[in-house]
């Protein structure tokens, strides 16, 4: 079902970018739970799948299901455009315990059992102590599992920022917006993003939050209620290439499919255009279009259109073919 995000005029003026190492800590955790999402981060979970047991995540999988509420007060929209974990996870230790509570059983209530399971039960009569231990859990996720990804997960995300900060000089929000994601339509005023729920707020002057994000990846999130500032949640670009720390054994790829076609599907770290590919890497833009053509086929690529091009990029299959299976 879509969410709709209506704008009003000065909507536009307070739109913003913002990357969210809290974010990234929640939707780590909720990778951990979602095996469709572990084909795009198979060398993190290899890394780190020692240390994920080690944590005890049954409480906050609780309030992430697959279809329902989450709740937004566990991770709001970042205060600022780059603000630290420590500032972020302040403000959520800081959460008024009524409004968490309400929150909280919200989101409860769209899993069946949760409510009256222990957590449910202990969190509705301590609504202070729920926030305490929920925090506490997601500060030991960060330390555990994020951030000694950090610089590398910032600079994916700040990349992604750069390059749609561009664009929206380029093209103006209503053209930026269809083009972060294929999940987004912009018409009359009022995006429409293809989601889990129904979810519709006129944004009343608030603005946007664009966020880009690792871990959410396919996902596109856009279900924040008042008082937290709307917020769109997407994919950020180039997540492809985040977790090689060297090459492959090019020479087994060119084996499998083809010395160009594996050159083609190696290249695409970052989304790509035909002609991009074709300038990279020296080949007629006919031939890298049919090896795209096939490659596809096979269910190693995806393809979207962005602005008037067509960008390809790799499915986690492709990604696993890519990465040798490290």
């Keep these: 079902m879509p969410s709709y995000l209506h704008f009003g005029e000065d909507d536009f003026l307070r739109c913003r970018f913002a990357v969210s190492p809290l974010w990234e800590t929640q939707e780590a955790v909720r990778t951990l739970k979602r095996p469709d999402r572990h084909g795009y981060h198979a060398p993190w979970l290899r890394r780190f799948r020692a240390a994920a047991d080690a944590l005890d995540l049954s409480g906050v999988w609780l309030l992430m299901p697959r279809r329902g509420h989450s709740p937004d007060w566990l991770c709001p929209p970042p205060v600022g455009p780059a603000a630290g974990f420590e500032e972020e996870i302040a403000a959520v230790r800081a959460a008024d315990p009524e409004a968490a509570r309400e929150d909280t059983a919200r989101s409860l209530a769209d899993t ?23 925090a506490d859990t997601l500060e030991r996720v960060w330390h555990t599992l994020v951030e000694p990804e950090w610089p590398r997960l910032r600079a994916l995300l700040e990349a992604d920022v750069a390059f749609h900060s561009r664009r929206l000089a380029e093209v103006g929000l209503g053209g930026l917006l269809p083009e972060i994601n294929r999940r987004c339509g912009w018409r009359a005023g009022t995006l429409t993003v293809e989601s889990q729920g129904r979810h519709e707020r006129h944004l009343s002057g608030q603005g946007l939050v664009l966020m880009p994000s690792v871990f959410v990846w396919p996902d596109v999130v856009s279900g924040f209620d008042p008082p937290w500032q709307p917020t769109l949640v997407y994919p950020a670009r180039g997540i492809g290439g985040l977790w090689k720390d060297g090459p492959a054994d090019d020479d087994a790829l060119a084996r499998l499919l083809g010395p160009n076609r594996a050159a083609v599907l190696a290249a695409l770290d970052e989304p790509a255009a035909t002609s991009a590919l074709a300038h990279r890497l020296g080949l007629a833009p006919s031939s890298v279009s049919a090896h795209l053509t096939v490659l596809r086929a096979a269910g190693l690529l995806l393809s979207r259109r962005y602005g008037h091009q067509v960008l390809y990029e790799r499915t986690p299959l492709g990604m696993a073919l890519v990465s040798g299976g490290r």
Excluded at 119 to 134: F, N
Aim: hydrophobic fraction near 40%; charge should be negative; avoid cysteine.
């Design 112 to 134: 069946p059992g949760a409510a009256d399971s222990p957590y449910g039960r202990a969190w509705m009569r301590d609504p202070e102590r729920m926030v305490a231990e929920l």
